[in-house]
């Protein structure tokens, strides 16, 4: 309704404008206080208001994300000739960016339209004009210096070793500090601890994370943990006590408490990287099936493609078979003609009980020796962990006083990085402490004592285990009921293994030559770098954990 005692210029009408964003939403900045200045400043001017704008909780900082503005622009380009003003509050309503504001001004003055602000001089004139533009020149310098203050601001927060966002799974706010979460705290240690074995993968990592309970929360949704979140996790720095952002070059300690230490950092990092040498290579993974549990071990010796099962019905009843799955020829195995082939292979080649005792008694002797030798390494690792954790510490400062740039800060960072994992690595095979030597050879010795019975009390993934590590290239079926097969150096030093002289000067009981153990590590694949223990030790704990796990797991 129009107030009495108006007189309106004849055809002079106008819309009005009203923005607040969600930190300007205050008494005397509210949308009722711009309606209310912006009309009385209408009818002052001799405009009719015939429509009113209003745009609420959106930032001035772009025109994405503005649909009310857009849909003013849009009124005046349908309406062209019929509008003559915009009354805005002031000018910053329209915009904090001058280039944007400028642009909003020329696509209003293409449509006759003229923005006018009720609190500050604008107008037509080219004095007026040049004051607009300064003004909306200043409602972005405004709005560059609270941004340059709330990244600085970020920036103090990070060097002081506090994180502005949310912290991850395992912590939790609490008076603006990340602190332990204690309901996630001790299985996200666990998990770190898993991981840090190198015997899980990152699906499965996700999957054990999934059977603890621990999500991944966005706002109000709650979200289970995919393998790729998991790496993630893995990968920050953070649980080590360190911050490091992708905005920033530098990192610093943090004020929270580890979940671990950077040592257990570096060793999951040279594992997600492919670098653990505690992993052997596995058969591939297929689908489990206990009916038929040779079924892709076992290939065809013609096309080397693993052998599929099925039943066949018959008027007798249901009989179980293998054939090859690429389909070369059409000849079925009976299974248990296939196992019983199976079995007394392995029976064959099971050590004697002489030349296993023999290589167990050469693992104590060998583990023995090496003892001092690995903890001089060990040292060394240490030493050249702190000498690295010194450089990058010259390294950060030097970049904070401006002797180094970011570009070199990074690509040296990288170095000493990569240095750290290297060293790391060293120093985790230097540890004899980790592997339980005689938990190890108990298990071997009952593993092959006898690989007949091994075989039939074994699951499908101890099978592939074990197979895997003593043929080369796995089992290959010829048709002429044998299986074709490589004994791996390892496996076949172990059968071979025999004592035929006593060194000089020798105690009582078993003695073995040191030219025989030499022999036998040569027969092993020696690990590309040179500070690594031998990986005897190493395979074979990686063996005792695979099988002895999963057997406790029932997997």
Same mark, same amino acid.
């Given at each position: 309704?129009?107030?009495?005692?108006?007189?309106?210029?004849?055809?002079?009408?106008?819309?009005?404008?009203?923005?607040?964003?969600?930190?300007?939403?205050?008494?005397?900045?509210?949308? *009722?206080?711009?309606?209310?200045?912006?009309?009385?400043?209408?009818?002052?001017?001799?405009?009719?208001?015939?429509?009113?704008?209003?745009?609420?909780?959106?930032?001035?900082?772009?025109?994405?994300?503005?649909?009310?503005?857009?849909?003013?622009?849009?009124?005046?380009?349908?309406?062209?000739?019929?509008?003559?003003?915009?009354?805005?509050?002031?000018? *910053?309503?329209?915009?904090?960016?001058?280039?944007?504001?400028?642009?909003?001004?020329?696509?209003?003055?293409?449509?006759?339209?003229?923005?006018?602000?009720?609190?500050?001089?604008?107008?037509?004139?080219?004095?007026?004009?040049?004051?607009?533009?300064?003004?909306?020149?200043?409602?972005?310098?405004?709005?560059?210096?609270? $941004?340059?203050?709330?990244?600085?601001?970020?920036?103090?927060?990070?060097? =002081?070793?506090?994180?502005?966002?949310?912290?991850?799974?395992?912590?939790?706010?609490?008076?603006?500090?990340?602190?332990? *979460?204690?309901?996630?705290?001790?299985?996200?240690?666990?998990?770190?601890?898993? +991981?840090?074995?190198?015997?899980?993968?990152?699906?499965? +990592?996700?999957?054990?994370?999934? *059977?603890?309970?621990?999500?991944?929360?966005?706002?109000?949704?709650? !979200?289970?943990?995919?393998?790729?979140?998991?790496?993630?996790?893995?990968?920050?720095?953070?649980?080590?006590?360190?911050?490091?952002?992708?905005?920033?070059?530098?990192?610093?300690?943090?004020?929270?408490?580890? +979940?671990?230490?950077?040592?257990?950092?570096?060793?999951?990092?040279?594992?997600?990287?492919?670098?653990?040498?505690?992993?052997?290579?596995?058969?591939?993974?297929?689908?489990?099936?206990?009916?038929?549990?040779?079924?892709?071990?076992?290939?065809?010796?013609?096309?080397?493609?693993?052998?599929?099962?099925?039943?066949?019905?018959?008027?007798?009843?249901?009989?179980?078979?293998?054939?090859?799955?690429?389909?070369?020829? !059409?000849?079925?195995?009976?299974?248990?003609?296939?196992?019983?082939?199976?079995?007394?292979?392995?029976?064959?080649?099971?050590?004697?009980?002489?030349?296993?005792?023999?290589?167990?008694?050469?693992?104590?002797?060998?583990?023995?020796?090496?003892? =001092?030798?690995? !903890?001089?390494?060990?040292?060394?690792?240490?030493?050249?962990?702190?000498?690295?954790?010194?450089?990058?510490?010259?390294?950060?400062?030097?970049?904070?006083?401006?002797?180094?740039?970011?570009?070199?800060?990074?690509?040296?960072?990288?170095?000493?990085?990569?240095?750290?994992?290297?060293?790391?690595?060293?120093?985790?095979?230097?540890?004899?402490?980790?592997?339980?030597?005689?938990?190890?050879?108990?298990?071997?010795?009952?593993?092959?004592?006898?690989?007949?019975?091994?075989?039939?009390?074994?699951?499908?993934?101890?099978?592939?285990?074990?197979?895997? =590590?003593?043929?080369?290239?796995?089992?290959?079926? $010829?048709?002429?009921?044998?299986?074709?097969?490589?004994?791996?150096?390892?496996?076949?030093?172990?059968?071979?293994?025999?004592?035929?002289?006593?060194?000089?000067?020798?105690?009582?009981?078993?003695?073995?030559?040191?030219?025989?153990?030499?022999?036998?590590?040569?027969?092993?694949?020696?690990?590309?770098?040179?500070?690594?223990?031998?990986?005897?030790?190493?395979?074979?704990?990686?063996?005792?954990?695979?099988?002895?796990?999963?057997?406790?797991?029932?997997?």
């Amino acid at each position: 309704m129009k107030p009495k005692n108006t007189i309106y210029a004849d055809g002079k009408r106008a819309i009005i404008y009203l923005r607040v964003s969600t930190e300007e939403q205050v008494d005397n900045f509210s949308l *009722d206080t711009q309606k209310e200045i912006c009309t009385k400043e209408a009818q002052k001017r001799g405009f009719e208001v015939i429509e009113m704008f209003r745009e609420e909780g959106r930032s001035a900082k772009s025109i994405t994300g503005r649909p009310v503005l857009i849909s003013l622009l849009e009124y005046c380009r349908k309406n062209k000739n019929k509008i003559q003003a915009v009354f805005v509050y002031r000018l *910053d309503r329209i915009s904090r960016i001058t280039a944007d504001y400028l642009a909003i001004r020329k696509k209003l003055a293409e449509y006759d339209v003229t923005i006018i602000s009720a609190t500050e001089p604008t107008g037509d004139s080219p004095t007026e004009k040049l004051v607009e533009t300064m003004l909306a020149g200043f409602a972005q310098l405004d709005n560059d210096v609270r $941004s340059e203050r709330a990244k600085n601001g970020l920036r103090a927060r990070f060097l =002081s070793g506090l994180i502005s966002g949310k912290p991850p799974i395992g912590y939790k706010f609490q008076g603006g500090f990340a602190v332990k *979460d204690p309901e996630t705290w001790d299985n996200v240690k666990k998990a770190w601890d898993l +991981m840090a074995t190198g015997s899980k993968s990152s699906r499965e +990592m996700a999957n054990i994370m999934n *059977d603890w309970g621990l999500r991944e929360v966005h706002g109000k949704k709650v !979200h289970q943990l995919r393998a790729q979140t998991v790496c993630r996790i893995f990968r920050l720095k953070f649980y080590a006590g360190i911050l490091a952002s992708q905005t920033y070059p530098e990192e610093v300690k943090g004020q929270h408490i580890p +979940m671990i230490t950077e040592e257990q950092f570096y060793k999951v990092q040279a594992i997600l990287d492919g670098r653990n040498p505690n992993k052997i290579a596995l058969s591939r993974r297929t689908f489990e099936n206990k009916e038929f549990p040779l079924r892709r071990i076992v290939k065809c010796a013609r096309c080397q493609m693993g052998l599929t099962g099925a039943w066949s019905h018959g008027t007798g009843g249901a009989y179980a078979y293998y054939w090859c799955s690429s389909k070369c020829n !059409h000849i079925s195995i009976p299974v248990k003609k296939l196992e019983d082939v199976l079995i007394d292979l392995l029976k064959e080649l099971t050590p004697k009980e002489k030349c296993l005792n023999f290589f167990i008694d050469s693992i104590h002797q060998a583990y023995r020796a090496r003892s =001092s030798r690995l !903890h001089k390494i060990q040292a060394e690792a240490d030493n050249e962990i702190e000498r690295l954790r010194e450089l990058r510490k010259t390294l950060v400062e030097k970049n904070l006083s401006g002797v180094y740039s970011d570009e070199v800060f990074k690509e040296q960072s990288a170095i000493i990085e990569d240095k750290m994992i290297r060293a790391q690595i060293v120093k985790d095979d230097a540890t004899l402490d980790k592997y339980n030597i005689e938990a190890i050879t108990s298990f071997i010795k009952t593993l092959l004592s006898d690989l007949g019975e091994t075989y039939r009390r074994s699951s499908i993934s101890q099978l592939k285990v074990l197979f895997s =590590s003593m043929f080369t290239s796995g089992l290959a079926w $010829s048709y002429n009921d044998t299986l074709n097969y490589s004994i791996r150096p390892l496996y076949q030093s172990i059968r071979t293994f025999k004592r035929t002289a006593v060194p000089s000067g020798a105690g009582e009981g078993n003695r073995t030559l040191v030219s025989s153990l030499e022999n036998w590590c040569s027969a092993i694949e020696l690990h590309p770098q040179s500070l690594y223990i031998l990986p005897n030790y190493t395979l074979l704990n990686h063996l005792y954990k695979s099988i002895s796990s999963s057997a406790t797991t029932g997997k």
